[in-house]
């Protein structure tokens, strides 16, 4: 099984197209690790440069690499990548449904401690980072869709993530 680590830069290749993850954290939260999704995808596989010049477009996310790991799909490109510009600072979001119907919305510090609770998002924190984990083939679903953080779903039941 392969190693994923902070400062890698990896592709995923899924439907004959490589998708890029800068990898920005080690396991942060339930094997889930905080990585910057690129939406550039290509056919054959990019260098370093070609990726990280694309700086901005994409989003971060936990993504949990377990299956693809495992399975041996991990293309690393580039070790011990410099991250800090793509590191995040900001508060984080979660909506959680509740037991009878409904939602709350959690916001959280970047360390996972919870500042508020409430029943929706003010304007200002539509754009911050989600804080629950995906799998990699549903961070590609987002990659190919080109989706923002600031996308956020509405309807009950849905989750996080418009999947």
């Known amino acids: ?68 790991r495992r399975a041996n799909e991990v293309v690393k490109i580039s070790k011990k990548v410099d991250v800090s510009s793509f590191q995040i600072t900001s508060n984080l979001k979660a909506r959680i449904d509740q037991y009878g119907g409904g939602h709350k919305w959690y916001i959280y510090s970047p360390g996972f ?17 989600i804080a629950s984990g995906l799998k990699a083939k549903d961070a590609i679903r987002l990659i190919k869709t080109k989706w923002k953080i600031e996308n956020v779903v509405t309807e009950e039941g849905r989750g996080q993530y418009p999947l």
């Open 1 to 68: 099984m392969q190693h994923v680590r902070q400062g890698n830069l990896i592709a995923i290749q899924h439907d004959g197209e490589y998708h890029y993850f800068l990898v920005l954290t080690e396991s942060a939260f339930f094997g889930c690790q905080w990585s910057y999704c690129f939406y550039k995808t290509s056919n054959g596989l990019l260098a370093e440069d070609e990726i990280l010049k694309t700086y901005g477009n994409g989003f971060p996310a936990l993504v949990d690499f377990i299956i693809e």
């Open 113 to 129: 401690s919870k500042i508020a609770q409430q029943g929706r998002l003010k304007p200002e924190q539509e754009c911050l980072p």
